[in-house]
């Protein structure tokens, strides 16, 4: 006989292993989804963003890659980043448990009665919201020597293998 708790943990375990099989990259659908989304500044600057959720450091390279496609789609080489914000949060998802003690007294008419309690539960919330927002100046012609400035070509090659 199959136990309901060994059909309910597999199935849980492939439905995590579909999500994760997923890639994540892609334009943002609707106000708070996940994706990427860019608004030009200027003619040579854009915002990017890209809201993902779990670890930030692949969701800033997301942001990156975006940077380097939006780079190239409009005819320049290069980009240089001018500012970065990173919203990471350092608590990721999955399935953690925790356990709680708790005890308690009290009185009905003549009777008293104590108890005590243990608790066990499980955050089964998954991984936690997660964005980098970057502002880009782009160009074309010969690249600036300096260290927030990308070759968009090399880091599309570089990240979109990678995604």
């Given at each position: 006989?199959?136990r309901?708790?060994?059909?309910?943990?597999?199935?849980?375990?492939?439905?995590?292993?579909?999500?994760?099989?997923?890639?994540p990259?892609?334009?943002?659908m609707?106000g708070?989804?996940?994706?990427?989304?860019?608004?030009?500044i200027?003619?040579?600057?854009w915002r990017?963003?890209?809201?993902?959720?779990?670890?930030?450091?692949?969701?800033?390279?997301?942001?990156?890659l975006?940077a380097?496609?939006?780079?190239?789609?409009?005819?320049?080489?290069?980009?240089e980043v001018?500012q970065?914000?990173i919203?990471?949060?350092?608590?990721?998802?999955?399935?953690r448990?925790?356990?709680?003690?708790?005890?308690?007294?009290?009185?009905?008419?003549?009777?008293?009665t104590s108890?005590?309690?243990v608790g066990?539960?499980?955050?089964?919330?998954?991984?936690?919201?997660?964005?980098?927002?970057?502002?880009?100046r782009?160009?074309?012609?010969?690249?600036?020597?300096r260290?927030?400035?990308?070759d968009?070509?090399?880091?599309?090659?570089s990240?979109?293998a990678r995604?």
């Amino acid at each position: 006989m199959i136990r309901p708790f060994v059909v309910v943990a597999s199935a849980a375990a492939l439905l995590v292993a579909a999500c994760a099989s997923l890639s994540p990259y892609g334009p943002q659908m609707g106000g708070s989804g996940q994706g990427y989304s860019e608004q030009r500044i200027e003619n040579d600057r854009w915002r990017v963003t890209y809201r993902g959720v779990g670890d930030p450091g692949p969701v800033s390279e997301y942001a990156l890659l975006r940077a380097a496609e939006l780079t190239l789609q409009n005819g320049d080489e290069w980009f240089e980043v001018t500012q970065r914000w990173i919203d990471g949060r350092a608590s990721q998802g999955g399935i953690r448990p925790n356990v709680s003690i708790g005890a308690g007294s009290g009185s009905y008419g003549g009777y008293r009665t104590s108890g005590v309690g243990v608790g066990l539960g499980l955050n089964i919330s998954g991984d936690q919201p997660t964005s980098t927002v970057m502002e880009i100046r782009t160009g074309d012609g010969p690249r600036p020597d300096r260290p927030e400035v990308y070759d968009a070509r090399s880091v599309r090659d570089s990240l979109g293998a990678r995604y």
